[in-house]
């Protein structure tokens, strides 16, 4: 295990910079998870830490130090690919094998690596398989079980169930989560799949456009957005985002949106300001049918027409708009029989974003 930390990293292909400002350190035997849409430097930055990719400028450094110059194979990192990368003329014993045959371990050490990381992964029954008898699921755990023999000081994932189905994605984020439980190694996990970070991070490391959006928490980053990207990006369905202004009438602040106005919530009176332009954000989850549904009384009615209903299992996400901007509501009330209703929003959790630069006004 180790702490690495990332100094001012930066990284270009030739004109086009793709990590523009990268600081952070991951503590000794923490699960960070770099979420974010493609194009955003993750796996970039990822693959400068592996000694995959060269380091523009700015430092890097695994359990105390200097990584810049160290080729690859003398890193003493595990990196598990979306693609599997197995070998595949070797069997699943052979691949699992393969690193600690190149570091000189005697036969008896290796048997007795391999078969306690088949033993953990349940891989067991196809050592002798070859990767092309294997499906999906059974490739990556044997990917898997090539890191964990190295005991590395930390485990780099790229993508890694990005190839599998969602039931069997389920199934690999358990195991990765009960891998880390179990050796309690510094992980990396790229993805831009919002669902695996929240499953897994300690912490969350969001990146746009080559910068650091956000860090935090899962609870952080979903309950508290730093900004309107984060707040739309994390969320399924995604955060409403209403364009809105904040307005004064003899002394009390509003928000307007067309002809409503719902009154400030008292977190936001410290940036209370006549006529500043805003985005108004608020989860589907956090606008109820009934206004008892609110364990507060803080809640705001807003009736409005039901344009559209979508049935996504156990609750349904109904289609709504306030001032012709749409307004999604999702509720576990299944029949929802009229098409015009009451709302109820909970102003404790309404998100205000400044217009210009779209930082949150709780920050």
Do not use: W
């Amino acid at each position: 295990m180790a702490k690495v930390e990332f100094k001012n990293i930066k990284k270009s292909f030739d004109d086009v910079e793709v990590v523009k400002h990268f600081d952070f350190i991951v503590e000794d035997g923490e699960f960070v998870v770099f979420l974010g849409p493609s194009g955003c430097g993750k796996s970039t930055t990822l693959r400068m830490l592996a000694g995959l990719e060269s380091i523009t400028s700015g430092e890097i450094y695994v359990g105390g130090k200097l990584m810049n110059k160290i080729d690859a194979k003398d890193r003493d990192l595990a990196m598990v690919f979306q693609s599997y990368a197995l070998y595949p003329h070797m069997t699943v014993y052979e691949n699992i094998a393969f690193a600690l045959k190149l570091k000189g371990m005697k036969k008896p050490d290796i048997d007795r690596e391999v078969r306690a990381a088949a033993k953990m992964l349940e891989l067991d029954p196809l050592l002798d398989r070859k990767p092309k008898e294997l499906s999906g699921g059974q490739r990556q755990r044997v990917a898997m079980g090539r890191a964990m023999v190295r005991t590395p000081k930390v485990f780099l994932f790229d993508e890694p169930l990005s190839n599998l189905d969602a039931k069997l994605r389920g199934t690999m984020r358990e195991e990765i989560k009960q891998l880390h439980r179990e050796l309690k190694t510094t992980t990396i996990y790229v993805t831009h799949d919002q669902i695996e970070a929240m499953t897994l991070a300690d912490r969350i490391v969001i990146l746009k456009d080559g910068y650091v959006a956000q860090v935090g928490t899962p609870t952080d980053v979903f309950q508290r957005p730093a900004n309107k990207f984060v707040a739309q990006f994390i969320g399924n369905p995604s955060m409403n985002m209403l364009d809105a202004k904040m307005v004064d009438e003899n002394g009390e602040f509003f928000i307007e949106i067309g002809e409503t106005r719902i009154p400030l919530p008292e977190r936001f009176k410290a940036h209370a300001s006549k006529n500043v332009a805003l985005h108004l954000g608020i989860r589907p989850t956090d606008i109820h049918l009934r206004a008892e549904l609110v364990d507060h009384d803080r809640v705001f009615p807003l009736p409005v027409k039901i344009k559209d209903k979508e049935l996504l299992g156990a609750s349904i996400l109904l289609k709504t708009e306030i001032a012709g901007q749409p307004l999604m509501v999702e509720t576990q009330a299944t029949e929802v029989a009229a098409d015009e209703v009451t709302l109820y929003l909970d102003l404790d959790s309404l998100h205000l974003f400044d217009a210009l630069s779209e930082n949150s006004l709780a920050n």
